[in-house]
């Protein structure tokens, strides 16, 4: 008897083990790999949601023949790395051609043959520009390895100028649900 009462507390402890890591196993599987935040852009009214804290930084880039700063706020969440990038172009700049310009640069910098979904891009406050578009695309990082790029472009009025935004999730496999909601989060 002594010998089956000691069985069953060998079991049971094992048992209570088992649930235990159990347990600690599904509450990580529940909690959020992604804190969504709201940030504004340094500089700009400019509003984003990012599911992780941005770092940030301004260069100067040229953007339409012009050398500007450009703001980026971006963080990598997961395998994905999430970024906005905004910059203020010149009274009475062609934000239409930038934007043109910034979609080709930015597929030629992903070495993308080519663009998998295009579709035009509206959110409130942004101008109902041609280039203001949104891509799927498939290219490949630096180092070789393949990426999938979320992207979108667009632009807003901001007092005597116009702000040009690109955001972008890239990703070694397609995210759209996060960069749905990257994208649902500009405010202008």
Not at 55 to 73: A, H, M, N, Q
Not at 98 to 115: D, I, R, Y
Not at 154 to 180: F, I, N
């Amino acid at each position: 008897m002594r010998a089956l009462s000691a069985g069953l507390a060998i079991y049971n402890e094992a048992m209570r083990n088992l649930f235990l890591l159990a347990l600690v196993a599904m509450l990580a599987a529940c909690s959020p790999n992604q804190n969504w935040r709201q940030v504004t852009v340094d500089g700009t009214r400019l509003k984003v949601q990012l599911p992780c804290k941005p770092d940030r930084t301004t260069r100067e880039v040229p953007l339409g023949g012009v050398s500007v700063p450009l703001t980026v706020v971006g963080c990598e969440s997961g395998d994905a790395m999430l970024a906005v990038m905004t910059a203020a172009l010149a009274p009475g700049a062609d934000a239409q051609a930038v934007l043109q310009g910034w979609h080709k640069a930015t597929l030629a910098n992903l070495q993308a043959p080519q663009t998998q979904e295009a579709q035009a891009w509206q959110r409130p406050g942004f101008m109902p520009l041609g280039a203001a578009q949104r891509i799927t695309a498939q290219g490949q990082r630096a180092d070789g390895q393949a990426v999938t790029a979320h992207a979108v472009w667009g632009a807003y009025p901001e007092g005597d100028h116009v702000r040009v935004v690109h955001a972008v999730v890239y990703a070694s496999k397609a995210q759209p649900q996060l960069a749905q909601t990257l994208f649902d989060g500009l405010q202008p």
